[in-house]
């Protein structure tokens, strides 16, 4: 099946001036259509990137707990090859120098330190999940039929249980916790019944 996307992901421990970050903040890209050939046609991390950021120290509205560095996951989406391409450190360098200009252009400034700074790429993604490839989100969610082509809590093995991004009702935090709600009352009631 065709993959989802990858990501390449900093973490990072930085003071932040410029704009008026809120816990999850998108910076899109100028080109969206041409992020998205780079990535899937090109298979290449994209020249012009949107940028997710989450400000992990903010709240909802935008206050930020105390002054000074505040952590931050800065996303840029990329190719899922990480088990059939090592991304070199020249080319993580370049993603993350067009990351950083994004969120210049947009007003954000990230008073970053390299000590401070931690990179994880589709390469890094692919050897923690082995058989993704880096693909963070499972199949590609492509066509109108896509969600409902998502696994449910029950696998075909009897006793193991799937919960996830991947899996019903799909990606993003939210989803992967009701995901693993599901997954647990299936469980359970497999118990009850067993």
């Known amino acids: 099946a065709k993959r989802s996307l990858s990501a390449v992901?900093?973490?990072?421990?930085?003071?932040t001036s410029g704009f008026p970050l809120c816990r999850h903040s998108v910076f899109?890209?100028?080109?969206?259509?041409?992020?998205f050939d780079d990535i899937f046609r090109r298979g290449r991390l994209p020249r012009d990137?949107?940028?997710y950021v989450c400000a992990q120290d903010r709240s909802d509205?935008?206050?930020?707990?105390?002054a000074g560095p505040e952590r931050l996951?800065?996303?840029v989406n990329a190719p899922p090859i990480g088990?059939?391409?090592?991304f070199t450190r020249s080319?993580?360098?370049?993603?993350?120098?067009?990351?950083?200009?994004?969120?210049?252009?947009?007003g954000l400034e990230i008073a970053r330190d390299s000590r401070r700074i931690r990179a994880t790429t589709p390469t890094d993604f692919a050897q923690m999940f082995p058989g993704s490839g880096g693909a963070l989100y499972g199949r590609a969610p492509h066509g109108w039929m896509a969600s409902f082509q998502r696994h449910g809590s029950r696998s075909r093995l009897p006793g193991l249980y799937l919960a996830g991004g991947s899996v019903h009702p799909g990606p993003g935090v939210p989803m992967a916790a009701i995901s693993g709600?599901?997954?647990?009352?299936?469980?359970?009631?497999?118990?009850?019944s067993a």
């Open 181 to 192: 709600r599901l997954a647990a009352r299936a469980l359970m009631a497999d118990r009850i």
């Open 83 to 86: 088990d059939l391409h090592t």
């Open 9 to 15: 992901t900093w973490a990072v421990h930085a003071e």
């Open 91 to 106: 080319e993580i360098d370049a993603c993350e120098t067009t990351m950083i200009d994004r969120l210049s252009q947009c």
């Open 73 to 75: 996951l800065c996303l």
């Open 28 to 35: 899109f890209s100028n080109a969206y259509r041409k992020e």
């Open 61 to 66: 509205g935008g206050g930020l707990a105390e």
């Open 49 to 51: 990137p949107t940028v």
